[in-house]
């Protein structure tokens, strides 16, 4: 167990619909790091924040966005769901933000499913 | 773009053979992580190197970082069919930036 969470862990719904994933990071960590990963296209990186403030974006469309709340849970809202995006959205968590050795915990993921 | 090639993409070997799996860049990274991912679960750290040259072990798993921190490779020693999964590489280059391998989905057969 990673001390990452992130719910709901599955998520099935329609093209066009609106849906948010959540993610509480370890205890004590100030950076969410969120993931999209699919068969083809390995783990690319979403967009990151610190401390509440966005710090790095990703290959991150633009009908998804994300947040990060004062008690550091974080939210991925995905929009006008297409089929391509369905994958799995993983979450993951460090200590800093800055420069170090970068170690992330990821958590179990959420697996979204667009039909 | 900092670009991780892994490899070999796919790799099936019997119990008790050993393997070596590559992580390759032309960027010099300040970091390089090991994950390794169970189908349906989050990617979980193995080890992080830092120093160029750096050999780190974990028990029968070998870590190098190349000399010029462009490259990693891991050597696993008479694998089992517990480390059968994806193992990626991550390298941490310019500020923030983590970049991922597409990974090595290596299959141990008992």
Known sequence: DSGVTQTPKHLITATGQRVTLRCSPRSGDLSVYWYQQSLDQGLQFLIQYYNGEERAKGNILERFSAQQFPDLHSELNLSSLELGDSALYFCASRPGGGEGENEQFFGPGTRLTVL | ?110
Request: with cysteine.
């Open chain 2, 1 to 110: 773009t900092q670009l991780l090639e892994q490899s070999p993409q796919f790799l099936s070997i019997q119990e008790g053979e050993n393997l070596t799996v590559y992580c390759n860049s032309s960027s010099v990274f300040s970091s390089l992580q090991w994950y390794r991912q169970e189908p349906g679960e989050g990617p979980v750290l193995l080890v992080t190197v830092v120093t160029g040259g750096e050999v780190k072990k974990l028990k029968r798993l070998t870590f190098q970082f190349g000399d010029a921190r462009k490259d990693s490779s891991l050597h696993i020693t008479a694998a089992q069919p517990g480390d059968t999964g994806l193992y990626l590489c991550a390298g941490a280059g310019g500020y923030q930036k983590v970049t991922f391998g597409i990974g090595t989905k290596l299959q141990v057969i008992p």
